[in-house]
């Protein structure tokens, strides 16, 4: 019941497009649902984290949408640039400062 | 201001052998957390500490274990290593219910 499933694992996108990546989970309990990015050789990056008393967050061209009756959230990103090149990893907790819970990660290419 | 530090940057080790890893919170962050991430893979929980007590714990053996420093810098201990131990250890500090911020991590071979 502690699982985070990610998918796509890789996703190429064109320079401009748009990146989509999607999880899903199983606790009920959980409420806060943060998306980090990860560069090789580095730690991960918070990027964007939602609750689920709101449906969508948008920051700069990184959109999180949450959907708490399906137990899904995704992570759109508007304009995809080569610099977004990175593994992207979603993950969970029951509250921001408790044990996360990660999917298995997407790695995203980004093409000129 | 200075983020999460983690020292050492890389470290080789064999089967059997004992680790220590070091980890400085951000400041004004008193929660640290330590998770491992094989390759590929996403991090995994090992535990975090608060006040200086382990707080929670994640599913790994005893081998493994922490302390935390009253200026809130914490230690990862592995003992009797195996070569399954390999990976990136990532520290990373909070406020307490707060969000948390990774450091750079170790990277453990075990040969």
């Known amino acids: 019941q502690q699982q985070v499933k990610q998918s796509p694992q890789s996703l190429i996108v064109q320079k401009g497009g748009i990146s989509i990546i999607n999880c899903a989970y199983e606790?009920?309990?959980?409420?806060?649902f943060p998306w980090y990015q990860q560069f090789p050789g580095k730690g991960p990056a918070l990027l964007i984290a939602?609750?689920?008393?709101?449906s969508e967050k948008k920051e700069g061209r990184f959109t999180i949408s949450f959907n708490k009756s399906a137990k899904q959230f995704s992570l759109h990103i508007m304009d995809s640039q080569p610099g977004d090149s990175a593994t992207y990893f979603c993950?969970?907790?029951?509250?921001?400062?408790?044990?996360?819970?990660f999917g298995g990660g997407t790695r995203l290419m980004v093409k000129p | 201001d200075a983020g999460v530090t983690q020292s050492p940057t890389h470290l080789i080790k064999t089967r059997g052998q004992q680790v220590t890893l070091r980890c400085s919170p951000k400041?004004?962050?008193?929660?640290v957390s330590w998770y491992q991430q094989a390759l590929g893979q996403g991090p995994q929980f090992i535990f975090q500490?608060?006040?200086?007590?382990?707080?929670q714990r994640g599913n790994f053996p005893d081998r493994f274990s922490g302390h935390q420093f009253p200026n809130y810098s914490s230690e990862l201990n592995v003992n009797a290593l195996l070569l399954g131990d390999s990976a990136l250890y990532l520290c990373?500090?909070?406020?307490?219910?707060?969000?948390?911020?990774f450091g750079p991590g170790t990277r453990l071979l075990v040969l």
């Open positions: 990373a500090s909070s406020p307490a219910g707060e969000t948390q911020y």
């Open positions: 606790n009920t309990a959980f409420d806060y």
């Open positions: 939602i609750r689920p008393d709101v």
């Open positions: 993950a969970a907790s029951r509250d921001a400062g408790n044990m996360l819970t």
């Open positions: 400041s004004g962050h008193d929660t």
């Open positions: 500490y608060y006040e200086e007590e382990e707080r």
